[in-house]
């Protein structure tokens, strides 16, 4: 597969899933950017890996993590992003608010417990993917996650809680 082909298949896929992980999408659309053009570098490399998709989306969770590390000040407000869950609730309000109220939840979290969940709710990957992906033990994936839902658990309001 040429990369102007993984490009063409996959690259709203590898958008929606850098705003999942950053919450805003022009953030999201750089990081892709530079990950894509660092990809393209390394292409030779990362097409003879089994699963160059995978290996992009490490890179994209890498630049993620490392983006303003160490910066505990800094939390990304996640209002206004459009996704299509596929799910209807007959009030819009609600929806919006419930949707709000879980954007700011996710991005209060960690980095690494942010993209573990979302590796794993939104990508649907396994504890052991989310470990190749991250590069660290499945048992550090396992804590993230618990840690994350624990968190998001901890912040609903009773009404998101039904």
């Given at each position: 597969?040429?990369?102007?082909?993984?490009?063409?298949?996959?690259?709203?896929?590898?958008?929606?899933?850098?705003?999942?992980?950053?919450?805003?999408?022009?953030?999201?659309?750089?990081?892709?950017?530079?990950?894509?053009?660092?990809?393209?570098?390394?292409?030779?490399?990362?097409?003879?890996?089994?699963?160059?998709?995978?290996?992009?989306?490490?890179?994209?969770?890498?630049?993620?993590?490392?983006?303003?590390?160490?910066?505990?000040?800094?939390?990304?407000?996640?209002?206004?992003?459009?996704?299509?869950?596929?799910?209807?609730?007959?009030?819009?309000?609600?929806?919006?608010?419930?949707?709000?109220?879980?954007?700011?939840?996710?991005?209060?979290?960690?980095?690494?417990?942010?993209?573990?969940?979302?590796?794993?709710?939104?990508?649907?990957?396994t504890d052991g993917e989310i470990a190749e992906v991250m590069r660290c033990p499945v048992g550090t994936v396992r804590s993230w996650i618990s840690r994350a839902l624990a968190t998001l658990r901890a912040g609903l309001t009773p009404s998101t809680v039904l």
């Open positions: 597969m040429t990369f102007e082909e993984f490009v063409d298949a996959r690259l709203q896929a590898l958008l929606r899933y850098a705003v999942m992980l950053t919450g805003d999408p022009h953030t999201a659309q750089d990081l892709v950017q530079d990950t894509m053009i660092r990809a393209q570098l390394k292409w030779r490399r990362i097409a003879a890996a089994d699963l160059p998709e995978r290996y992009v989306k490490r890179m994209i969770t890498n630049a993620y993590v490392d983006l303003h590390r160490g910066s505990w000040l800094r939390r990304v407000a996640l209002k206004g992003v459009e996704l299509d869950t596929g799910v209807l609730t007959p009030d819009h309000a609600v929806q919006h608010a419930e949707r709000d109220q879980m954007w700011e939840l996710l991005g209060s979290l960690p980095r690494q417990q942010r993209a573990a969940v979302v590796l794993r709710y939104y990508e649907g990957l």
